[in-house]
């Protein structure tokens, strides 16, 4: 068995492009000189309060996302979160350079807070896709980021001195001062930071408050993801507004606000870890979801059961599935209408060996979910190897047993015309003899004769009409085994509960099932035991039960035999299934099922 191909989501089991490998192993190397000089910048730095500790943070700030990014990345190649965390992380590098004593790199490590703040927001709002899903978040953030520029290029180039305000970045003593400013518009950068600020403000609420909705309208296996990022985020995004409303407007005690500032560290060496405990978590629950169907599976479901049990799987009520139908080149559904891609869903297609297979038609959020669908996909493929795999079973015992009804029917033919009928014209001889004695001890002796060749032939239709009796074919089930049953050395009751008439391979199965069951219990149960015969119908297919009252066994002392043994694959030679319930003493019942449509006319 080979790896299932899909299209479109499937993205970790799609060959990522050699480009991408590039990009992402040039990526993987620069991580490493990036860390390394952030630290050194860092910890040499005599331009900064607690520089070791600012090192580690700094580092962290641009390192983290990195690696996580670079770990998306690798697990899902076709989504753009991976490439978006990395350049996030490139993004924050630069602010290692407030530790650096050169004005310039200072000045430019100061303005780049701002936008990575921003970022940070995006990364909220695109997870777990990597993209902005509305035109209205698009024109939100495109505002946000335009006023950032305007504000902190401004700033640039204007003040003089330049101070940064994020926790572990406060200057030692007096601040370097900014080469790049040009003249001073004090007033108009001043009203521009003002604008910067509260909108800010409305979009971290906005955002917050769009997440939950969101979280509300997501699938289940998605809101798992969505609350893992939201509980980091939310707590994120609360601190800040708290942190710079307290300190920028409401001038909070200094106490006060070095407490936020721990808070606020704390929050943003969490952020990142959120996006890495979300991809453990679809691991997590879509293994889960994998070994529910596996387990499914081994039970043994239907096309349409299986359909159900993915649905419950993926959480998506709407989800489609259809099996590839080579006779007619289309994927059909199990109530056979037809299935093919949509526009506005997400498309799996499921191939083994290059061939389509199957093929699933999901809800779109289903496509930043590519763990899970994976295991589906694997899952389903199995369904349909296996389900192969039991048809080939299926009808090399079907093979079998036609083979041995076959047989059957040659023997009932040679003993009706051999056998049977040179007993009948030996009855006649003998009758006609006594007839020509005189003696009469001669003649009861020959009576006698007479008597056993009709008992040898009493005993020979028996065998006969056992073989295979003409009855099953005209009247069915329920009328050949009370026929056959008129003789049984236990009293057989027959309770037919609507069974139809159905192909003649199924009520084969059924009326020779039932027979070994009725002679084994005539073997086993006692001869003060009852049989009891029921057969019937509902919707998914005939049942029927051999139940007698008599002696039973111990489930699992018992060796399993050839009697059962013979009924259990006759029955699996049609699609059904056999089994026992018995115990010392509460007699034994055997129960049979076979899914064939309910009132199937078979015989005319």
């Known amino acids: 068995m080979t790896a299932t191909g899909t299209e479109m989501v499937m ?37 900064l309060q607690n520089s070791e500790l600012g090192a580690l943070y700094r580092t962290y700030h641009s390192s983290a996302p990195m690696v996580i990014g670079l770990f998306w990345w ?39 807070q701002s936008p990575t703040f921003v970022t940070m927001f995006l990364l909220i709002l695109a997870f777990p896709s990597g993209r902005l899903r509305t035109r209205f978040e698009v024109a939100a953030f495109a505002g946000w980021y ?140 879509a293994l889960r979801a994998g070994g529910r169907l596996m387990r499914e599976l081994a039970a043994g479901s239907s096309p349409e059961r299986w359909r159900d049990s993915v649905s419950s799987a993926v959480d998506d009520p709407s989800l489609r599935l259809g099996f590839w139908e080579p006779a007619t080149g289309r994927y059909r559904e199990p109530s056979g209408a037809g299935l093919m891609a949509e526009p506005g869903r997400t498309w799996v297609p499921i191939e083994r060996d290059g061939d389509p297979v199957a093929a699933l038609s999901t809800d779109p959020a289903l496509a930043d979910e590519p763990e899970l669908l994976e295991q589906v996909a694997e899952a389903t493929l199995i369904a349909v190897v296996h389900g192969d795999l039991e048809g080939e079973l299926r009808a090399s015992r079907a093979r079998l047993v036609e083979a041995g009804d076959a047989e059957r029917r040659r023997i009932q033919r040679d003993l009706h015309d051999s056998a049977q009928q040179r007993l009948v014209a030996l009855r006649i001889h003998l009758t006609l003899a006594s007839e ?54 236990l009293p057989v009751m027959i309770i037919d509960a609507g069974l139809g008439r159905h192909p003649e391979a199924v009520e084969n199965a059924i009326y020779f099932v039932s027979l070994e069951a009725i002679q084994n219990a005539a073997k086993h149960a006692g001869t003060a ?76």
Do not use: K
Request: charged fraction near 15%.
């Open 74 to 112: 690798a697990r899902r190649p076709a989504s753009r979160m991976g490439p978006l965390l990395v350049a996030f992380g490139f993004m924050c590098w630069p602010l290692a350079l407030v530790a650096s004593t050169s004005p310039a790199l200072f000045s430019i490590g100061v303005t780049m």
């Open 146 to 285: 335009l006023i950032d520029v305007l504000a902190a290029g401004g700033n640039l180039l204007t003040y003089p001195g330049l101070l940064s305000l994020t926790p572990l970045g406060l200057c030692a003593a007096e601040c370097p001062p900014n080469p790049f400013a040009m003249g001073s518009a004090r007033e108009v950068v001043d009203l521009l930071g003002w604008v910067e600020f509260w909108y800010a403000v409305g979009a971290i609420l906005g955002t917050l408050t769009l997440y939950l909705w969101r979280l509300a309208r997501a699938s289940r296996p998605l809101r798992r993801e969505l609350i893992t990022v939201g509980l980091t985020s939310s707590l994120f995004m609360i601190i800040v507004v708290i942190f710079y409303i307290g300190t920028l407007i409401i001038s909070i005690p200094p106490e006060t606000a070095a407490a936020l500032s721990v808070l606020l560290i704390l929050s943003r060496v969490l952020f990142p870890i959120g996006f890495l405990i979300a991809l453990f978590q679809a691991d997590y629950y």
């Open 436 to 489: 020509r004695l005189e003696r009469p001890e001669e003649r009861a002796a020959i009576e006698g004769l007479g008597e056993e060749i009709d008992a040898a032939l009493d005993d020979l239709r028996s065998v006969a009409s056992t073989a295979y009796p003409p009855v099953l074919a005209r009247m069915g089930v329920s009328a050949a085994l009370r026929s056959v049953c008129r003789r049984s050395a």
């Open 529 to 604: 035991a009852t049989v009891r015969v029921e057969l019937g119908e509902d919707g998914e297919g005939v049942t029927f039960s051999i139940q007698d009252d008599g002696t039973g066994f111990e489930p699992g002392g018992a060796v399993r035999g050839q009697g059962l043994t013979n009924m259990a694959d006759r029955l699996a030679s049609v699609g059904g299934r056999l089994s026992i319930e018995t115990m010392p003493g509460r007699g034994t019942r055997i129960v049979g099922r076979v899914p064939v449509v309910a009132g199937s006319v078979a015989h005319a």
């Open 11 to 47: 993205s970790r089991l799609v060959p990522t492009s050699v480009r991408t490998s590039v990009t992402w192993r040039v990526v993987a190397v620069l991580v490493v000189p990036l860390t390394v000089l952030s630290l050194w910048i860092g910890l040499t730095s005599e331009n």
